[in-house]
T-cell receptor, first 112, second 115 residues
Framework: SQKIEQNSEALNIQEGKTATLTCNYTNYSPAYLQWYRQDPGRGPVFLLLIRENEKEKRKERLKVTFDTTLKQSLFHITASQPADSATYLCALESNAGNMLTFGGGTRLMVKP | KAGVTQTPRYLIKTRGQQVTLSCSPISGHRSVSWYQQTPGQGLQFLFEYFSETQRNKGNFPGRFSGRQFSNSRSEMNVSTLELGDSALYLC??????????????FGPGTRLTVT
């Protein structure tokens, strides 16, 4: 069955550094991959969507890559700020149809 | 534009009861999808409605149902509540059908506690 893995351990980095979060998947080939940010007690907020024929996408300080051979997406936040501290979720098109399957999320902590 | 709104924000129910949650999408959005979020299972897709029709359904029992009205507002119903139904229920809207291919705008969620 399809499986999505995000590092369940919190990622702690220093302000100003680049944060890199990983999303690995197995047993299927999604056409779309999305990244969301979620703060405690709030709903997820959409960040980026990348298609299988796109290798990389950028939005301001954010960059996402989609390697369909490695079955992996990397999410980068450059010049990180304490306000970037949150849980980041990757979501893939499900192999069961036009649905989203979410990873467990990675908590990012940016220290000043 | 106002964001996605969900009511109520918090709800406490007893096992065996039923519950109805409401979602108002962003104006102009015709797709509404529902998700369940728990610490153990994470965020899981329940179903998507578009133009008053259920388009996709996740792997949940028939106790979970929903509907969408002509103004795109949506309700989700859970019958015969179980303790394991305690969760944050999130609603998301999108201007087009297909949750995986278009960005989703999430509401704040309804926190359901079943005792």
């Amino acid at each position: 069955s399809q499986k999505i893995e995000q590092n369940s351990e919190a990622l702690n980095i220093q302000e100003g550094k680049t944060a890199t979060l990983t999303c690995n998947y197995t047993n299927y080939s999604p056409a779309y991959l999305q990244w969301y940010r979620q703060d405690p007690g709030r709903g997820p907020v959409f960040l980026l969507l990348i298609r299988e024929n796109e290798k990389e996408k950028r939005k301001e300080r954010l960059k996402v890559t989609f390697d369909t051979t490695l079955k992996q997406s990397l999410f980068h936040i450059t010049a990180s700020q304490p306000a970037d501290s949150a849980t980041y979720l990757c979501a893939l098109e499900s192999n069961a149809g036009n649905m989203l399957t979410f990873g467990g999320g990675t908590r990012l902590m940016v220290k000043p | 534009k106002a964001g996605v709104t969900q009511t109520p924000r918090y709800l406490i129910k007893t096992r065996g009861q039923q519950v109805t949650l409401s979602c108002s999408p962003i104006s102009g959005h015709r797709s509404v999808s529902w998700y369940q979020q728990t610490p153990g299972q994470g965020l899981q897709f329940l179903f998507e409605y578009f133009s008053e029709t259920q388009r996709n359904k996740g792997n949940f029992p028939g106790r979970f149902s929903g509907r969408q009205f002509s103004n795109s507002r949506s309700e989700m119903n859970v019958s015969t509540l179980e303790l394991g139904d305690s969760a944050l229920y999130l609603c998301a809207s999108s201007p087009r059908q297909g949750v995986s291919s278009y960005e989703q705008y999430f509401g704040p969620g309804t926190r359901l506690t079943v005792t």
